[in-house]
T-cell receptor, first 113, second 113 residues
Framework: GPKVLQIPSHQIIDMGQMVTLNCDPV?????FYWYKQILGQQMEFLVN????????KSKLFKDQFSVERPDGSYFTLKIQPTALEDSAVYFC???????????FGAGTRLSVL | QQKVQQSPESLIVPEGGMASLNCTSS?????YFWWYRQHSGKSPKMLM?????GEKEEGRFTVHLNKASLHTSLHIRDSQPSDSALYLC?????????????FGQGTVLSVIP
């Protein structure tokens, strides 16, 4: 089936550094999403993105977070600067329209030290 | 308070048995329910979706929805060891929701040979 690839699978960084998480969505999809899962908790919506713009963001999407997809390349989540509480697994997803199935990647585990 | 509650947290069934998983939303604005399955270290994959009252069957999997109580259940008959995974229930709105999924914490299913 359609695959969403996330790179890297695990990232370890020092607090205060910048990190970029990369997502290669399904090729014909137009809607993109980031979800955050802290260990032992449910996956929570961070942001969705369509036509070059953020459509909606949750309160978890702090000012230090940003997303973009320049020229159809990777859909990225950038955190600058990182904080200890940003340690989590970040899942990327894509869909072909605003009401259809979301296809998820396997997640990037971010460890902030 | 979590908006999507799943029960039980974990479930053990023998191979060939029936597994029944439950999910209830406390948000009366939701219209769609989704069931995802996630094997350890892999991406969540959509298993079944249901948007109307009643029942939907696909192979060994049956999903029920009661829109009045916002309760959905997933039943797996003739369970196989390969069905062992984390099962995630999610809810979304039909319109105006930007396809934002609200997830429960999941049910860990173990099928014992």
């Amino acid at each position: 089936g359609p695959k969403v690839l996330q790179i890297p699978s695990h990232q370890i960084i020092d607090m205060g550094q910048m990190v970029t998480l990369n997502c290669d969505p399904v090729s014909n999809h137009l809607y993109f999403y980031w979800y955050k899962q802290i260990l032992g908790q449910q996956m929570e919506f961070l942001v969705n993105f369509y036509n070059g713009k953020v459509m909606e963001k949750s309160k978890l999407f702090k000012d230090q977070f940003s997303v973009e997809r320049p020229d159809g390349s990777y859909f990225t989540l950038k955190i600058q600067p990182t904080a200890l509480e940003d340690s989590a697994v970040y899942f990327c997803a894509s869909s072909d329209n605003s009401q259809n199935t979301l296809y998820f990647g396997a997640g990037t585990r971010l460890s902030v030290l | 308070q979590q908006k999507v509650q799943q029960s039980p947290e974990s479930l053990i069934v023998p191979e060939g048995g029936m597994a029944s998983l439950n999910c209830t939303s406390s948000d009366r604005n939701v219209d769609y329910f989704w069931w995802y399955r996630q094997h350890s270290g892999k991406s969540p994959k959509m298993l079944m979706s249901i948007f109307s009252n009643g029942e939907k069957e696909e192979g060994r999997f049956t999903v029920h929805l009661n829109k009045a109580s916002l309760h959905t259940s997933l039943h797996i008959r003739d369970s196989q060891p390969s069905d062992s995974a984390l099962y995630l229930c999610a809810a979304s709105m039909a319109t105006g929701g930007n396809n934002k999924l609200t997830f429960g914490q999941g049910t860990v299913l173990s099928v014992i040979p």
